[in-house]
């Protein structure tokens, strides 16, 4: 096992790492930008190093000052989180070829899968259904609408060095195609400095499922259950649950095959998920998968019992998996609920600032992974996320029960929250019912926006 870990990151993602390491034994050294300096969970870190300023550029995405501080401190090995540097193929390849290891997957996975229609041709190789789009990199205007007119509209522009719920457009008919390419091409380009796009048919209404994978540098991999992550605003997820409930056993069984078939090609290790979307006939078509540990990976920790970043480092340590397939067992009910900085009222904006008042929910199956504390400001150059709300329960009636009970007792105040927008969701029938998909919230909830 390493003496000592480095955690590329910050906020709640920081403190999570810094908390598997204590457990583990392991000294963990943080890092902060200038805007951080202040921030409560360094202190509960064995060092805190400053990396620069508070811009991203000049911080947690600036691989010289990483390096620099990973040797400054001595580690062994560097935690990326999510977010920032986490899925960037070059940084997990400088780590290593300046002996750090990397607590992530293999460089040439991450690389490989980075690009989403690498990713689909590796999926087919797995014989794991894709969403039906014109493969093999860019189009061009008169490939996209040929393909759009095989698959039929509407169809869903993406870019291909896409994230983060950006880069997406639907196209409804043939009229709009050439103008929607183009600003997709652009929207690509300002975005991710690459102007690539291709199509995909758009489903109708789909749920997002995803399958929480772990596999260590030997070549064991397995499945740690599904997820199902449907409830988003604009791409962007706001409540996380597991498993996927309305799913037939041999439906999850089967997405949970596909995903370790998936890694195994690849030769990934680590832990990783491999997102799906689910149509109404339950048929599931892989979109993407995620190089990371994901800021809904809790819900699956509840109800498998595995703690998901202590594997991490064990497996990046070369400790073997040792758990079997058949001890992954998913018991009851988990929910996670996104606590972001955000006036809901105002389109979401960031609502950065000082948190004056704080009451933390507790009681049985509650978890609350944040790194705030009333008297901490929340600085404005980072995203939103304070806190990540979790509950189980034995079902999911009684989970969504406990949230309901738990976001009533959270108090977050001198800030706008996303609390309001929860607690509505928790007492909507369409929700308890477990009727939703990827398009609810912006076609039922907030049809204005
Ligand atoms: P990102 O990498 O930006 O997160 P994804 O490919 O994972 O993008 O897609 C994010 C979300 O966009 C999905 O969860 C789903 O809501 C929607 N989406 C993506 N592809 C399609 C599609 N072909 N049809 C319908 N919705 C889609």
């Given at each position: 096992?390493?003496?000592?870990?480095?955690?590329?990151?910050?906020?709640?993602?920081?403190?999570?790492?810094?908390?598997?390491?204590?457990?583990?034994?392991?000294?963990?050294?943080?890092?902060?930008?200038?805007?951080?300096?202040?921030?409560?969970?360094?202190?509960?870190?064995?060092?805190?190093?400053?990396?620069?300023?508070?811009?991203?550029?000049?911080?947690y995405?600036?691989?010289?000052?990483?390096?620099?501080?990973?040797?400054?401190?001595?580690?062994?090995?560097?935690?990326?989180?999510?977010?920032?540097?986490?899925?960037?193929?070059?940084?997990?390849?400088?780590?290593?070829?300046c002996?750090?290891?990397?607590?992530?997957?293999?460089?040439?996975?991450?690389?490989?899968?980075?690009?989403?229609?690498?990713?689909?041709?590796?999926?087919?190789?797995?014989?794991?259904?894709?969403?039906?789009?014109?493969?093999?990199?860019?189009?061009?205007?008169?490939?996209?609408?040929?393909?759009?007119?095989?698959?039929?509209?509407?169809?869903?522009?993406?870019?291909?060095?896409?994230?983060?719920?950006?880069?997406?457009?639907?196209?409804?008919?043939e009229?709009?195609?050439?103008?929607?390419?183009?600003?997709?091409?652009?929207?690509?380009?300002?975005?991710?400095?690459?102007?690539?796009?291709?199509?995909?048919?758009?489903?109708?209404?789909?749920?997002?499922?995803?399958?929480?994978?772990?596999?260590?540098?030997?070549?064991?991999?397995?499945?740690?259950?599904?997820?199902?992550?449907?409830?988003?605003?604009?791409?962007?997820?706001?409540?996380?649950?597991?498993?996927?409930?309305?799913?037939?056993?041999?439906v999850?069984?089967k997405?949970?095959?596909?995903?370790?078939?998936?890694?195994?090609?690849?030769?990934?290790?680590?832990?990783?998920?491999?997102?799906?979307?689910?149509?109404?006939?339950?048929n599931?078509?892989?979109?993407?998968?995620?190089?990371?540990?994901?800021?809904?990976?809790?819900?699956?920790?509840?109800?498998?019992?595995?703690?998901?970043?202590?594997?991490?480092?064990?497996?990046?340590?070369?400790?073997?998996?040792?758990?079997?397939?058949?001890?992954?067992?998913?018991?009851?009910?988990?929910?996670?609920?996104?606590?972001?900085?955000?006036?809901?009222?105002?389109?979401?904006?960031?609502?950065?600032?000082?948190?004056?008042g704080?009451?933390?929910p507790?009681?049985?199956?509650?978890?609350?992974?944040?790194?705030?504390?009333?008297?901490?400001?929340?600085?404005?150059?980072?995203?939103?996320?304070?806190?990540?709300?979790?509950?189980?329960?034995?079902t999911?009636p009684?989970a969504?029960?406990?949230?309901?009970?738990?976001?009533?007792?959270?108090?977050?105040?001198?800030?706008?929250?996303?609390?309001?927008?929860?607690?509505?969701?928790?007492?909507?029938?369409?929700?308890?019912?477990?009727?939703?998909?990827?398009?609810?919230?912006?076609?039922?909830?907030?049809p204005?926006?």
């Amino acid at each position: 096992m390493f003496q000592r870990i480095l955690v590329a990151n910050r906020g709640e993602i920081a403190l999570r790492v810094i908390r598997a390491c204590k457990e583990l034994g392991v000294e963990v050294v943080a890092v902060y930008s200038q805007a951080d300096r202040d921030a409560p969970y360094l202190a509960l870190a064995d060092r805190a190093i400053c990396i620069g300023k508070s811009a991203s550029t000049d911080s947690y995405l600036n691989i010289p000052r990483l390096i620099a501080a990973a040797e400054v401190a001595d580690v062994q090995a560097i935690h990326p989180g999510y977010g920032f540097l986490s899925e960037n193929p070059q940084f997990a390849e400088i780590c290593r070829s300046c002996n750090f290891e990397f607590i992530g997957p293999p460089h040439e996975a991450i690389r490989k899968m980075g690009l989403k229609t690498e990713a689909k041709r590796i999926a087919a190789e797995a014989k794991v259904p894709s969403v039906p789009g014109s493969d093999g990199g860019a189009v061009s205007d008169a490939d996209a609408l040929r393909f759009a007119r095989a698959i039929g509209f509407p169809v869903l522009i993406k870019a291909a060095a896409g994230g983060g719920g950006k880069g997406m457009r639907v196209c409804r008919d043939e009229a709009s195609l050439a103008g929607a390419l183009q600003t997709a091409r652009n929207e690509a380009e300002a975005a991710f400095k690459n102007p690539s796009v291709y199509l995909e048919k758009y489903i109708d209404r789909p749920r997002h499922v995803e399958v929480q994978i772990l596999g260590d540098v030997h070549g064991d991999v397995i499945h740690c259950w599904d997820r199902d992550c449907s409830l988003q605003r604009r791409h962007q997820k706001l409540v996380e649950e597991a498993p996927a409930s309305y799913l037939p056993i041999e439906v999850r069984a089967k997405l949970g095959e596909a995903a370790v078939r998936l890694a195994r090609t690849v030769g990934y290790y680590n832990a990783g998920t491999c997102e799906f979307l689910v149509d109404a006939d339950n048929n599931f078509y892989f979109i993407e998968v995620n190089a990371r540990i994901q800021v809904e990976h809790p819900v699956t920790e509840m109800v498998t019992g595995i703690d998901l970043v202590k594997q991490q480092i064990r497996i990046a340590a070369g400790e073997p998996l040792g758990i079997r397939q058949e001890d992954v067992v998913s018991n009851g009910h988990s929910i996670e609920v996104r606590i972001n900085s955000e006036d809901p009222d105002h389109d979401f904006r960031p609502s950065p600032g000082k948190i004056t008042g704080l009451r933390i929910p507790g009681g049985p199956g509650v978890r609350w992974d944040s790194h705030i504390q009333a008297g901490y400001s929340v600085p404005p150059n980072y995203d939103s996320l304070v806190g990540k709300l979790i509950v189980h329960a034995p079902t999911r009636p009684e989970a969504v029960a406990r949230m309901r009970r738990a976001l009533d007792e959270l108090v977050i105040d001198g800030v706008k929250t996303t609390i309001p927008l929860h607690r509505t969701i928790f007492r909507n029938k369409d929700f308890i019912e477990g009727n939703v998909d990827t398009t609810w919230v912006e076609r039922v909830l907030m049809p204005q926006g």
